[in-house]
Nanobody
Framework: QVHLVESGGGLAQSGGSLKLSCVSS????????MAWYRQAPGKERELVAA????????NYASSVKGRFTITRDNNINTMWLEMTRLNNEDTAVYYC?????????????????WGQGTQVTVSS
């Protein structure tokens, strides 16, 4: 059974930083591209950042580019999202997903594996 477990969310001040983690089990982590999504109240879930299966290629939403960094370590089945210069618009539940990734177009395709989410709240 596949499990994706996010952690690291919490309350941060505007301009502050947080680092999220996603630990996987039950799948061959290195076979999957991975991504972070987020969903704010009343809004649809959106892609925040994605990484290819070995981390050699990444893609970011324009709203977080230059502020967020996605990384992964296939040896410990873990992915991270380092978030800096947080603002109120970053407030959301953040989810990790295992899927596939086109290395040439850098398009991420989510699969059915989702974590339970971790809440990030940014206060001004």
């Amino acid at each position: 059974q596949v499990h994706l477990v996010e952690s690291g969310g919490g309350l941060a001040q505007s301009g502050g930083s947080l680092k999220l983690s996603c630990v996987s089990s039950g799948l061959i982590f290195g076979d999957y591209a991975m991504a972070w999504y987020r969903q704010a109240p009343g809004k649809e879930r959106e892609l925040v950042a994605a990484t290819s299966s070995f981390g050699g290629s990444t893609n970011y939403a324009s709203s977080v580019k230059g502020r967020f960094t996605i990384t992964r370590d296939n040896n410990i089945n873990t992915m991270w999202l380092e978030m800096t210069r947080l603002n109120n618009e970053d407030t959301a539940v953040y989810y990790c997903n295992a899927g596939s990734y086109n290395f040439f177009t850098r398009v991420y395709y989510p699969d059915k594996y989702w974590g339970q989410g971790t809440q990030v709240t940014v206060s001004s």
